[in-house]
């Protein structure tokens, strides 16, 4: 994984609550077993007609919105506990998605896989939706060191929560077994003293 630290982007604003698995990545594209090509079918059935054709009028086809930042409505991740829901978000690109609340096993799966999560409370996350409408380049920073999101044109900011664990794995790039390995001095020592 990339290592995460601070990012600062504009942001694609997706003001509809309740984003289940199934709509940020359909059944009918589960069939992989790697992460390579879901971010290509992330919101699939948002994005394109059952002719393929592109809808201009969703926010990540829309040409004003762009930036590693996804801004979505409330209980986002709901649904299957599908992990590919997490590839596809990654595989396009986002590398936050901010929202009022998160499904736990989506938000696990988005720290497992290199997406950090941000949790909001449901009046910062308006008003961010509210700065993008009136600025679709409006930038945001989002420092996981500091635990701080700040919203760059009005100077708003928020913390959020972390899993001390996870926060290490971002900040270093690790995932689960790269986190071991750089644990292995100590957990050498650890066995050394309980076999004398």
């Not at 630290?5 to 604003?13: F, G, R, V």
């Not at 086809?61 to 209980?75: C, E, P, R, Y």
């Not at 649904?79 to 990654?90: F, K, L």
């Amino acid at each position: 994984m990339d290592k995460f630290t601070k990012l600062t982007s504009s942001a694609i604003p997706l003001e509809i609550e309740n984003i289940d698995t199934d709509q940020i990545i359909p059944a009918r594209f589960l069939k992989a077993t790697d992460k390579k090509g879901f971010g290509e079918n992330v919101f699939r059935d948002w994005r394109f007609d059952k002719n393929g054709n592109v809808n201009t009028e969703f926010p990540l086809n829309d040409k004003k919105f762009s930036g590693t930042i996804l801004v979505a409505g409330d209980n986002f991740g709901c649904g299957s506990s599908r992990e590919h829901a997490a590839w596809a978000v990654h595989g396009y690109g986002i590398k936050v998605v901010v929202s009022s609340f998160f499904a736990d096993i989506f938000k696990g799966n988005a720290l497992n896989n290199g997406v950090l999560p941000v949790q909001v409370s449901p009046s910062f996350l308006k008003s961010i939706f509210e700065e993008i409408k009136k600025n679709p380049d409006t930038k945001i920073e989002v420092d996981l060191e500091g635990q701080t999101i700040t919203v760059l044109s009005s100077q708003q900011s928020e913390s959020f929560e972390i899993n001390s664990y996870k926060k290490t794995c971002l900040i270093n790039g690790y995932d689960d077994i790269d986190f071991l390995v750089s644990m292995k001095e100590e957990v050498e020592a650890f066995e050394k003293a309980r076999v004398e």
